[in-house]
């Protein structure tokens, strides 16, 4: 499974765009980043392909229980370059998931490497599932 | 229907439409990669890639978030570059996935450019998951300015 998996061939899938609730003030595109979201025993993870943000233009904040993703991708090509041809574009991402309270807020780690971002939403104590023992007798 | 319900129920249609439109792209793109696909420029393959110039180099851009360098293979010609790799993503084990929308796989692309290149000089580098290669234009596909003598 996972091998044939490895060897599938990758399409191409155009980026799906933020269709906002209110307008934005600033122009541009904004992007939703694609996620993989797993949950383990301890923790919640969120991986999300944001290529070309980097740490300083990429903004993670919880607020009422609600994890905004913001990202902002700077104009890859420099003034003097002529565009001959545009598959992609570019510009800021932006993803909110809602989170429950059995997260950790206080403990939350992020991580951004060659544009994925990691997040480690630690589950607080007491969520985490506990084995009680039956006792005979 | 009545009047009133005009506007929403246009919205509606005009979403139907937009799907409509999206499943027959998603098809002629099955058809076509079957058929017409073409060693350049052409849509449906992986990874989608932005090409610009300046007076000296040609660019080739594409986003790959988290391709490793070592997974990735680039090559030469004297007017084209072939990008081909595998994006790995770990199987996590003993974990719940809520969501999988990130995909793992091979990929390969030719790119023919425009000009000719000077193939020892081509750099390529990788940053933030965006791959950037510079490849100098050769001498020939430079454009050269003309001076103009008055008389």
């Known amino acids: 499974m996972t091998e044939e998996k490895a060897k599938k061939t990758l399409k191409p899938r155009d980026k799906t765009q933020v269709s906002p609730a209110v307008e934005q003030t600033r122009p541009g595109k904004v992007f939703i980043p694609d996620v993989d979201i797993y949950e383990t025993e301890k923790e919640i993870v969120v991986l999300a392909d944001m290529p070309g943000v980097t740490p300083e233009k990429l903004n993670i904040t919880l607020k009422d229980n609600v994890l905004t993703l913001e990202g902002e991708v700077d104009p890859l090509e420099s003034k003097e370059e002529r565009i001959i041809f545009k598959e992609f574009e570019t510009g800021r991402y932006f993803r909110q998931f809602s989170l429950s309270h059995i997260i950790d807020q206080s403990k939350i780690e992020a991580n951004l490497k060659d544009g994925v971002l990691k997040l480690v939403l630690p589950k607080v104590e007491a969520a985490t599932p506990r084995k009680i023992e039956v006792k005979e007798g | 229907m009545r009047w009133t319900a005009w506007p929403i129920s246009l919205r509606g249609a005009f979403e139907e439409l937009d799907r409509m439109r999206q499943q ?128």
């Open chain 2, 24 to 151: 027959m792209e998603r098809l002629f793109e099955d058809f076509s990669e079957g058929i017409l696909r073409e060693p350049s420029f052409a849509a449906g393959v992986f990874p989608l890639v932005n090409v610009s110039e300046d007076n000296n180099n040609y660019y080739v851009r594409a986003e790959l978030p988290g391709v490793r360098p070592e997974d990735l293979d680039i090559s030469v010609t004297a007017d084209s570059v072939i990008i081909s790799g595998e994006r790995r993503i770990p199987e996590e084990e003993n974990v719940s996935y809520h969501r999988r929308e990130r995909e793992a796989g091979k990929f390969s692309r030719v790119i023919t450019l425009p000009g000719q290149i000077n193939t020892e000089k081509v750099e390529a580098k990788c940053k933030n998951g965006i791959l950037t290669i510079v490849l100098p234009k050769a001498e020939t596909a430079k454009t050269k300015k003309i001076a103009i003598k008055s008389e």
